[in-house]
């Protein structure tokens, strides 16, 4: 049998009730939650430890990593309304959600399976959710708080969510009051905090009570607090010291639904003869497909592009090969002086040309090597400096 933890406030002379619940993880465990109340079950990495053998060396304490897969019987994932989270294979793992008013009755069975990953080692164990109604669900005021300065696995401790009931009584003052459900602020689109200053991802939490929001909570609603959130400024809330010890509150973001001034959106159907307008004889789509021709589809997407692509290639060919107008033809338009004049120039450059293939002269002085390739001594100049080179041809015959 599953342990309800009843939180109270004895400074105040009272004692509320609340249907969180709270267990540790048993080998096919029965537990009963209440529909719309908050369940919480606590997967605790002690009790796994006993499953798996030890293996530390004499005079240590073994702390195996130890991680947790949660899922419905048959299916690859959890019910849509159980949430689960576990920060580090160091820590607890928690199921935490909602249950709905559509699974009261029904037996819902999580398999959880414990993966040891040093010894990768597994343990499994079934949890059976049995939902039961609630006499007094759903609670017709609803109040819903964003804190900043808490993660989700924190505001789930059964001492940080007492202390806030606790707050949330003083306020309220009802008879009854409810943890309906929490929520993280990163499964409402919010942004992962930078790991600095201790900085949390922040909380939703949803409770429920029996009588009227009190006028500290309506403060928000005033146009004066109104046009400060709007500038992104912190409203003036009388009571939010009382919660500013320990939680911070964003009363911008507090959400407060009354259930008994809601409308009903429901329309009553009302059915006609049952008989369709008459539209004529319906006629279904032949079960057999007719065969198509494909040819028509080919000429127009092959053929045709080819034999465009093929006449053209036929005219540039006859312009290039058999349109040329030749040698002879440029000559028989050439004037006979011109023709003259550029055969004496190629004759003249002919010339020209074998004269210096024929021509014998040395390499310049200045090329000539200034020591012995061999011996490496000074050559000595080929002529003596009274030498008469005035009449010397500049190239001269090499030695």
């Known amino acids: 049998m599953s342990h309800f933890c009843l939180f109270s406030v004895s400074s105040l002379s ?39 053998p030890p293996y530390p060396k004499p005079g240590e304490i073994s702390n195996d990593p130890i991680t947790f897969n949660t899922n419905l019987m048959g299916y690859p994932d959890r019910p849509g309304w159980l949430r689960y989270i ?50 007094d669900f759903p609670l017709p005021y609803q109040a819903e708080f964003f804190i900043r300065n808490m993660n989700v696995e ?57 009588v009227p929001f009190s006028s500290c909570l309506r403060e928000v609603e005033n146009p004066q607090n109104q046009l ?73 997407t092959l053929a045709v592009p080819s034999a465009i692509a093929l006449v053209l290639f036929l005219i540039l060919a006859y312009i290039m090969c058999c349109r040329r107008e030749g040698v002879e033809k440029r000559n028989m338009q050439t004037p006979d002086i011109q023709l003259v004049h550029h055969s004496a120039i190629q004759k003249s450059t002919k010339e020209l040309r074998d004269m210096s293939k024929n021509r014998e002269i040395a390499w310049p002085l200045s090329t000539l090597p200034v020591f012995h390739p061999v011996t490496g001594e000074i050559v000595p100049p080929l002529h003596t400096d009274s030498y008469d080179n005035t009449s010397m041809p500049l190239m001269q015959t090499q030695q």
């Open 86 to 135: 576990q920060r580090t294979p160091y820590s607890d793992g928690v199921l935490y959600g909602s249950p709905t008013v559509e699974n009261v009755g029904k037996p819902t069975i999580i398999e959880i399976t414990a993966y040891n990953r040093r010894t990768f080692e597994t343990a499994r164990h079934n949890l059976i959710i049995n939902i039961m109604s609630a006499e």
């Open 14 to 52: 009272f004692c509320f009730s609340v249907y969180t619940i709270l267990s540790k993880v048993h080998s096919d465990r029965n537990v009963y939650p209440s529909a719309g109340v908050l369940f919480v079950h606590v997967l605790e990495r002690e009790y796994f430890k006993g499953e798996f």
């Open 154 to 210: 924190e505001m789930l401790a059964s001492e940080v969510l007492g202390d806030f009931l606790g707050a949330v009584k003083n306020v309220w003052q009802p008879e009854r009051l409810n943890a309906i459900n929490i929520t993280s602020a990163l499964d409402r689109g919010g942004r992962v905090p930078l790991p600095i200053n201790d900085m949390k991802e922040g909380v939703y939490v949803m409770v429920g009570a029996d």
């Open 228 to 300: 400060r959130c709007s500038q992104e400024m912190e409203p003036v809330i009388t009571c939010d010291k009382k919660f500013r010890t320990q939680f911070h509150i964003d009363w911008c973001k507090i959400s407060l639904v009354d259930n008994t001034k809601q409308v009903s959106t429901f329309q009553e159907v009302i059915r006609g003869e049952g008989v369709l307008p008459d539209g004529g004889e319906y006629k279904p789509p032949s079960d057999t497909l007719k065969s198509r021709d494909y040819y028509s589809d080919f000429l127009i």
